[in-house]
Structures are given as C-alpha cells and as structure tokens.
C-alpha cells in the first residue's frame, strides 16, 4: 500500500484540484500572451526569467494589464497549466503500486513510498510549477507592481530548486514548507492558483 506516499504528495495534489476549480471564464483564452486585452510589454524590468536556475530568474517586463486583468489572466494561466495534475499523479501512484511487492518489511516499504513521492513530485509537480512560473512571467506585470511579482515568483522558484536538490526526505518532512514564502505572496497579490496546493 502507499499510503505515505499519499501524505506526501496530498498537498501537492491540491495544485491539480485547485487548478481545475477557477471560473471557466476567467480568460483563459490566450493567457499566455495578455488574451484580447491590447496589452503592451515594455522591457523595463529586465528580461522575463531568461536565465532561470537559481532563484534569480523571475525579473518579469511591463505591461499594461490593470492588476485585475492581470491577476485574473495568471490566475487562469496556472490552472490551464495544472489541469492534468492529478490524472498525471494518479497514474505514477498506480505504477508504484504495481511495482510494490508483498514480502517487504515496514520498514523498507516506508522508505520505498517516499521515494516514490520525491520523485512522483519532481517528475509532476515541479515541471508544472516552473510552467506557472513561466507563465505568469509571460503576461507582464501591471506598471509599478513588478518588484512585488517579481518576488513571489523568485520566492516560488527558489522552493521548486530547492526540492529538486532533494536527493530524500523523511516520513516528517513537509514538501509545501518549501514554498510557503512564495505561497504568502501569491495570495496576498491574488494569484491564489499559482500557490503550491491552491
């Protein structure tokens, strides 16, 4: 059975629920590129997250969205990202499943569910991440709030480095502390379903 492998990844599960509950409506269409808002992109912030990989990569350009349009376009991005999370999760739980055998101890089962949950993570959760990331980084931030949305991405990409650095973790360890800083931030600005677990 795998059932702490359930426990670790439950939170990171609710990033696929949480994706999947936004109103279907909220401008999914053309997330990626400002949708049919008009807006502008201007480059005074930096490049958008060119470089990456080491917490640093999230400066983000300027746009003309309101903070409205653009929390709600981010907020649609990320959900259009983690859409598939939880078949993707439910399939790698069943190939673990299938994988287990019957003769080994508590002990040694223990450590083979948590390694399948770093890894199921690594695999789902931080590629889907990083695509979020990358996503709200596309819209362009609203002018004057690029400090503040340049932060909450750095603070979440600096977590998905950090458990992908990972090389195990413990029956106590908690996955989502890792990103609780750039939690805070994103539902403090808005951008709730850009959140690790929604």
């Known amino acids: 059975m795998i059932v702490r492998v359930i426990a670790v990844l439950g939170a990171a599960l609710a990033i696929g629920v949480a994706g999947g509950c936004g109103d279907e409506d909220s401008g999914a269409t053309g997330a990626g590129n ?41 907020n649609a991005a990320c959900q259009r990202e983690s859409k598939d999370y939880a078949t993707e999760v439910t399939a790698l739980l069943e190939e673990g499943t299938r994988k287990q055998g019957g003769n080994e101890s508590r002990e040694d089962e223990i450590e083979a569910e948590l390694e399948f949950g770093l890894e199921a993570t690594k ?76």
């Open 34 to 74: 400002g949708g049919d808002t008009g807006q502008e992109q201007t480059g005074n912030s930096g490049s958008a997250g060119a470089d990456g990989g080491n917490g640093k990569g999230a400066e983000i350009t300027t746009s003309s969205l309101s903070r409205d349009q653009f929390v709600k376009l981010g």
């Open 123 to 198: 695999k789902v959760t931080l590629p889907i991440m990083a695509a979020q990331i990358a996503a709200v980084q596309g819209l362009g931030a609203p002018d004057g709030d690029e400090g503040e949305v340049e932060a909450a991405l750095a603070a979440q990409q600096r977590g998905v480095e950090e458990v992908e650095g990972l090389e195990d973790i413990g029956p106590e360890d908690d996955l989502g502390s890792y990103f609780e800083e750039g939690n805070e931030m994103l539902r403090e600005y808005g951008l709730k379903d850009c959140a690790f677990g929604g």
